[in-house]
């Protein structure tokens, strides 16, 4: 199944060009009261809202996917983690412009790093990019929702924690900051264009992705070509951080990485996922 947010808060099913409004199905959610869990409560209780949502599609208003602005399909991960060169292609390609003198380190050294929460949005939101006098660069990632909490998860067993994927971009300001610094402005973290629940992907291992950039293929590989395939990015996400339903792993980026500014209008895709559009602007 293809859910999606769609204009404002509300909870659609997409089929082919159309979306169906079931948001109708959020009332299985349960009103909260302090203390808040750190979860999104959608993807926690996914399995309750699709149930719901069989018995409302059949009636549900339908709406032209074109005529809808698609926000991100995760309201309140509590954190999003990255995945830093993850890709040969990409570790050969970070030359001294990208470096600003960090050593280039293997995942199993470097580790993972996290972006703010607040760095979320949807296609339809798009990029507001910061410091233009700085290079900022598109990173197109296969993103993965985790759905079920976990710690200390084994590598056979990590696949029974994902809700399910979606397109990522991992906006990156260049520069010599901390990564949790320069690739957490606001914006700068698009999940989309839906949820793609995770029966409908056989093995995230072997997807292919690609990035355009005004028409111009960008980025264009597979994530069969992943240092770290999904399974053990889960499996070394989870020695460190209790994974929560609704965190956003970001896979890494293959090769191909490069500039963008306001006015560019950036095409991702993933096989088995789908397709988004999203414009680049220049920050208020
Ligand atoms: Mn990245």
Not at 7 to 24: E, Q
Not at 30 to 54: C, F, G, T
Not at 205 to 219: I, K
Request: glycine share 8%; proline share 7%.
């Amino acid at each position: 199944m293809r859910l999606c947010r769609f204009d404002g808060d509300r909870l659609g099913v997409v089929t082919g060009d159309v979306v169906r409004d079931v948001t109708a199905a959020l009332d299985v959610l349960p009103a909260l009261r302090w203390p808040l869990p750190l979860e999104d409560p959608l993807i926690a209780r996914l399995d309750a809202v699709i149930d719901r949502i069989a018995t409302l599609l059949d009636a549900a208003p339908v709406v032209r996917l074109v005529d809808v602005a698609l926000g991100s399909p995760v309201t309140s991960p509590s954190k999003i983690i990255g995945a830093p060169v993850n890709y040969r292609a990409h570790r050969d390609e970070i030359d001294d412009e990208l470096r600003h003198g960090h050593a280039i380190k293997p995942i199993s050294e470097w580790g993972l790093f996290l972006k703010a929460s607040t760095a979320l949005c949807g296609p339809s939101d798009g990029v507001a990019q910061c410091f233009l006098d700085e290079r900022t660069d598109h990173e197109v990632e296969l993103a993965v929702v985790i759905g079920r909490k976990g710690r200390d998860i084994p590598v056979d067993r990590a696949l029974d924690h994902v809700a399910g994927y979606a397109i990522g971009l991992d906006i990156t300001l260049r520069g010599p900051q901390f990564q949790s610094f320069r690739k957490s402005i606001d914006s700068y973290a698009v999940l989309g264009p839906w949820l793609v629940t995770a029966d409908e992907i056989a093995d995230p291992s072997s997807l292919s992705l690609s990035l355009d950039v005004d028409g111009v293929r960008r980025q264009q590989s597979d994530t069969s070509k992943l240092i770290y395939d999904v399974p053990r990015l889960i499996a070394y996400a989870s020695e460190y951080y209790t994974l929560n339903p609704g965190d956003i792993i970001m896979t890494g980026t293959p090769d191909g990485v490069g500039p963008i500014r306001p006015g560019n209008i950036l095409r991702a895709e993933i096989e088995g996922i789908g397709a988004m559009s999203v414009a680049v602007r220049r920050a208020a």
